[in-house]
Nanobody, 122 residues
């Protein structure tokens, strides 16, 4: 089991930027996949972005493509989600997750963080 701690959420004006961080409790297995998901009030949890823990193979939801970037800092063992050109519809709790399957389905992920709130005001 991996514990994940997200940070970096907050409130921002539409068009602004935030960078979320995810700190896993241990280094991942080479086959692991990191994902970012989000859940807005009254909605199901939805996929945002994923990448292989060893690097590369980034994949994004259409709604964030070109605005969000997932990345990993191997020496620091951190995973980031850089969010630019934020929109009000990006408001949600954002979760970091790790799994062993390259998938945008949240059920494929084994371990989850507690989430960090992102609020985008118009």
């Amino acid at each position: 089991q991996v514990e994940l701690v997200e940070s970096g959420g907050g409130s921002v004006q539409s068009g602004g930027s935030l960078r979320l961080s995810c700190a896993p409790s241990r280094r991942p297995f080479s086959r692991s996949v990191y994902g970012w998901f989000r859940q807005a009030p009254g909605k199901e949890r939805e996929f945002v972005a994923l990448m292989r823990a060893r690097g590369g193979s980034e994949f994004y939801a259409d709604s964030v493509k070109g605005r969000f970037t997932i990345s990993r800092d191997n020496p620091k063992n951190l995973v980031y989600l850089q969010m630019n050109a934020l929109k009000t519809e990006d408001t949600a709790v954002y979760y970091c997750a790790v799994g062993s399957e390259y998938s945008n389905n949240p059920t494929a992920y084994d371990d989850w963080g507690q989430g960090t709130q992102v609020t985008v005001a118009s």
